[in-house]
Structure formats: C-alpha cells, structure tokens
C-alpha cells in the first residue's frame, strides 16, 4: 500500500496531492497486483499479480530490435492482455503505417499547419522532427531515422498517445488489433504483439520484452516552431491518398468529437475510475516507486509539481489514503518499512508539454516569465528539458487509457 507524503519533500510552490499509489514488485519489474486490486473497484478484468514472464532468452538474443534491460512494469498478465485484445474493424496492414516518410523546412509548411495544430514532436542529436497528428491519425506509425538513430514514431488516436521506440532494423506495422483501446503494434521480424503504451509485447516470440522508449512530445506547430526553427516536417507525400485535412475521429483545434473530453469510449476499458473525465489529458509515467498521472492543465498552471510518494509494506494502515487527509501533516508511520521517492514534474513552457525527472533533495521553483526552472540555491537557471536530474519517460495520454492500464495510479491533480 502507498499514500502520499504529505511532507515537502521537494520545496516549490506547489503543493503535490497523490491520492493513490502501487507497490513496485519486487525485482519483476511489475506493480504489486494485490494493492492495484484494491483500487481498480471497477476493473473490468482483475489485476494479476502474476505478471512475471519466462522470457525467451535466445529469441531476445536473436532479435534486431533493441530491447531495453529491464522490462517495464505491468498490472495485468500477459494472458489476460492478450484475452482483452479485440479487433479494431481493419485488418493487419489495414492502417498502412509510413515507411519512406518524406520532410520539408519549416519555412516550407505554408498554411498546410496552424499554429493551434497539434504536431508531435522529437529531437535526437539536434535532429528535430515535427510529425502533424493530422497525417498520423491517419497512419499511427512512421518508421524513420531521427539523429541516425532508427525510431518508430507511434501513435494512437483512440488513447491519445505518441510514443517513441528504437527499432534496430526492424520495421513496425499496424496489427488491426487493440487492447484498452490503445494501438497494437506488430514488428516485421518475428510478430510479435506490442500494445503502444505498455511498450511490451504480450504475445509472440518476444512477450515479455520491453522495448526502448523514444521520448515524444504532443505540441503545437506554432510552439514547435518557434523552439525548433530548424525542424524538419512530415509531409503529406505518404504514397496513400487520404484526406488530411479531416480528422475521421473529429478535431483537436478545437476538441470536438471523439476527443472531447467528457465523451464516450468506442471500446471496454480494462478499469474505469471517475476522478477525471474519460479523455482528460494527463502525463502519465512509471518511475521506481508506481505509476503516476499528472494533470496536464495543473502542471501549466503551476510550472512545477513536486511528487513524493511514500511506499509502504504489508500491513500498512489504509486510512492514510484519505484524501481528506492530504492537507494534514503526516507526522507518524505505521510501518517500519517505508520509502520515500520524489519526483518533480515541469511544464516545458516553450513546447507545452511536461516532463519528469527524480528528485535528488535539491530545492527548485519556477520562473513563469522566463519558463525556466530555478535552483534555489544556487540560484543557476535551467530550461526545462536541461535539469541535471535522471529524466523519466513520461508521455500524455487519456485519462481513461493510463488508468486503464495502470490502475493504481496516483493522481497529482
């Protein structure tokens, strides 16, 4: 069991509130399903504490693909995935993904862009690329080479969600299926199954691997633009005749449609949990201490959200999760096995979008005229993607999805 630390572990001028928390498995790289239960009331299918996997060592070792270290965290069994995934009414190939993607300058984009259009963005080695959701509704994944490095640029409109993953020499298609909504990606090498968001295969000669993750970032043209003049552009010579011009799911500038916010899901959820609206849009990350879900609008708001979370063992009280509570000073310990992680959430002003790091007991507050992140002590400034902290992966995405997904999330809103 988790709660929040109603400590300042982090001074700055927010004030965190996390109402809930999971428990980090121990060495499985998988959230303790038994808290997770407790919480996902409305799961629709149970969370499995028994999410460990046999991985197929010498497929790994054969594969082409990267695959990151560690396997990141799940709350359900890979079986249990695979028995929720459904069809999306394509077949396989049916979205063709871009694979001879083609760029222009910004100067060249013209009026083809608003400055309202969400575009996604990604910059490795100073090579910095804008990806307009308009065509990848429309595609969901582009298999490019970003800074040299081979990436797949994904993407599902159903969740919200654009991610990034290295790929080696392996290509990435549209399977046609879903699982909580959220694409199913296959790779061209073995066919293995990769849900987007769980960045995990669950099925295939790879389940249970994990790829590396490519930060992503959803903004505007106009504010991508303006931080990267020099960025090239995803154009619309796909080789497939669409109309990207319309969004077949409705529209972002504004949102309408499938993507307001209070409107309904197309498929089940894996869970359901009101604290926010179906298609509120939320950081979501996954650093050491369980999952969390950060909300956007807040986190602009503020500049900067200081997380800490306490993670507790067997026994813990369940009361401390009041959320009547969180205003209080928490002055006592149920258990002698408590640990405290803090992160520190920042609003990267010049891009609107947010970014997580760990926290390293260092004090830090935010300059809203400047965008920048100050050092308290020392008084240094930084942008927002240059603190000196270990970065985690965090990406946006429908509240409905990550809770979904993670249904022991806490929620800083």
Known sequence: ?????????????????????????????SYDGEDSADQAANATTDPDDSTATNLDESAIAETALPIADTSLPL??????????????????????????????????VGDRLDDGDPVFGVVIDGDARAYPQSILVYHEIVNDEVGG??????YCPLTGTAMGFSRGDVEFGVSGD??????IMYDREGDSRWPQMLGTAIAGPLAGA?????PVHWSTWGRWREAYPDSRVLTDETGYVRDYGRDPYGSYNPPEGY???????????LSTDDRHPNKRMVLGARPPAGPIAIDIERLADEGLLPVGVETTGDGDDAAADDPADDHEEDTTSETSDVAESSSLAVYDQRIDAGRLYLGDGTDYSYDHDEGTVVNDAEGTQFEADELPLESVYAFDAMWFAWVGFYPSTAVVD
């Open 75 to 108: 709350e359900y069994s890979l079986e249990s995935l695979r028995d929720e995934a459904v069809n999306g009414g394509v077949p396989k190939n049916g979205i063709p993904s871009i694979d001879s993607p083609s760029f222009e300058s910004a100067d060249d």
């Open 149 to 154: 490095e081979p990436v797949a640029v994904t």
């Open 259 to 269: 993507y307001a916010e209070d409107s309904p899901t197309m498929f089940q959820s």
């Open 1 to 29: 069991m988790t709660r929040l630390s109603r400590r300042a572990i982090l001074t700055a001028t927010a004030v965190t509130v996390v109402v809930t928390a999971g428990c980090l498995g121990e060495g499985s790289g």
């Open 210 to 214: 994990s790829l590396e993750e490519v």
């Open 178 to 183: 879903l699982v909580n909504s959220n694409l």
